[in-house]
């Protein structure tokens, strides 16, 4: 795990990400391509990209079997090369370094692990939403290059306690099977700015006190993370189909979140899980759902 550290994070958006993870190292082989043949023969650039280590030899031997193929061939080395040059000359050892903080779409992150020749980041730069997504998924092809590692955080005092409250019983909700499990610990949520779509749904709120003060508490709370686990139970149990997460809290506790409560999404009563965005643009209101499954 990686330390959370108290400094202002640096934030990036779609642009500056694609260009420097994606446009750079697909297009970078591509120039290399079309004028390194202009200072060196065929039979002499064959020769450099024979001495490249681990891909160099494969590639020569597959174009002295298919000579049709040279194009292709000097692309995917000087891709590999150029990847892995780049990358220790700028130091770059994550795609998302724990420095920064990313606000681009999720393709474009998918996209730059595959690649970016970078294959890790820490789970605290990309907003609640996406990060709950690649919890779900990270066993599948779209994300499964890449590793997010989960901040380290203390854990918070025995006087730490998890408010439980009833924001609209489903008894008098107009959507019966709908339900949001609303959760502040690291910011508190005006629950007078909750977006539109939980008016007419049942709702419940889980908030962090310490020495029976809401203060903002910062650490890792088992209490909580059981509390939240028990709410998804309790959805289950009441026959709620669309369940609607809206949480304030640390990587670590939705990571937990998700190991215990929806390893088995498809057998129980769920049928899909929203969580929604908030990423402290408009003062840490949530404003839209993002669905996971």
Same mark, same amino acid.
């Not at 294959?119 to 092809?141: C, K, V």
């Given at each position: 795990?990686?330390? $959370?550290?108290?400094?202002?994070?640096?934030? $990036?958006?779609?642009?500056? @990400?694609?260009?420097?993870?994606? *446009? +750079?190292?697909?297009?970078?082989?591509? +120039?290399?391509?079309?004028?390194?043949?202009?200072?060196? &023969?065929?039979?002499?650039?064959?020769?450099? +990209?024979?001495?490249?280590?681990?891909?160099?030899?494969?590639? !020569?031997?597959?174009?002295? +079997?298919?000579?049709?193929?040279?194009?292709?061939?000097?692309?995917? !080395?000087?891709?590999?090369?150029?990847?892995?040059?780049?990358?220790?000359?700028?130091?770059?050892?994550?795609?998302?370094?724990?420095?920064?903080?990313?606000?681009?779409?999720?393709?474009?992150?998918?996209?730059? &692990? @595959?690649? &970016?020749?970078?294959?890790?980041?820490?789970?605290?730069?990309?907003?609640?939403?996406?990060?709950?997504?690649?919890?779900?998924?990270?066993?599948? @092809?779209?994300?499964?290059?890449?590793?997010?590692?989960?901040?380290?955080?203390?854990?918070?005092?025995?006087?730490?306690?998890?408010?439980?409250?009833?924001?609209?019983?489903?008894?008098?909700?107009?959507?019966?099977?709908?339900?949001?499990?609303?959760?502040?610990?690291?910011?508190?949520?005006?629950?007078?700015?909750?977006?539109?779509?939980?008016?007419?749904?049942?709702?419940? =709120?889980?908030?962090?006190? &310490?020495?029976?003060?809401?203060?903002?508490?910062?650490?890792?709370?088992?209490?909580?993370?059981?509390?939240? =686990?028990?709410?998804?139970?309790?959805?289950?149990?009441?026959?709620?189909?669309?369940?609607?997460?809206?949480?304030?809290?640390?990587?670590?506790?939705?990571?937990?979140? @998700?190991?215990?409560?929806?390893?088995? *999404?498809?057998?129980?009563?769920?049928?899909?899980?929203?969580?929604?965005?908030?990423?402290?643009?408009?003062?840490?209101?949530?404003?839209?759902?993002?669905?996971?499954?």
């Amino acid at each position: 795990m990686v330390n $959370i550290k108290g400094r202002k994070r640096n934030k $990036i958006g779609e642009q500056r @990400f694609f260009i420097e993870n994606i *446009a +750079i190292p697909l297009l970078s082989p591509i +120039i290399a391509v079309m004028i390194l043949p202009l200072f060196l &023969s065929k039979e002499n650039l064959l020769a450099l +990209i024979e001495k490249v280590p681990s891909v160099g030899p494969g590639l !020569c031997n597959l174009v002295r +079997i298919v000579p049709g193929l040279y194009g292709l061939a000097a692309y995917l !080395c000087f891709y590999y090369l150029f990847g892995v040059v780049t990358n220790r000359l700028f130091a770059r050892t994550q795609l998302l370094p724990d420095n920064h903080y990313f606000l681009v779409p999720t393709w474009m992150i998918k996209f730059a &692990s @595959f690649v &970016s020749h970078l294959h890790s980041g820490n789970a605290s730069t990309i907003p609640i939403w996406q990060y709950a997504q690649y919890l779900f998924y990270r066993s599948t @092809f779209s994300w499964g290059h890449l590793t997010l590692l989960v901040p380290e955080v203390s854990s918070v005092d025995e006087e730490t306690e998890v408010d439980r409250n009833v924001g609209r019983d489903m008894r008098v909700s107009k959507r019966k099977h709908d339900r949001a499990l609303i959760v502040a610990d690291t910011y508190p949520v005006d629950l007078d700015q909750l977006p539109n779509l939980l008016d007419e749904m049942s709702y419940v =709120v889980l908030e962090t006190l &310490s020495s029976g003060h809401r203060n903002r508490v910062r650490g890792y709370n088992p209490r909580l993370v059981n509390a939240m =686990v028990n709410e998804v139970r309790r959805a289950e149990s009441d026959g709620i189909h669309n369940l609607y997460l809206l949480l304030n809290t640390n990587p670590k506790h939705v990571t937990e979140l @998700f190991r215990e409560a929806f390893n088995d *999404a498809g057998r129980n009563s769920l049928i899909h899980l929203y969580v929604f965005q908030s990423d402290g643009v408009k003062g840490y209101r949530f404003t839209k759902p993002h669905r996971i499954f």
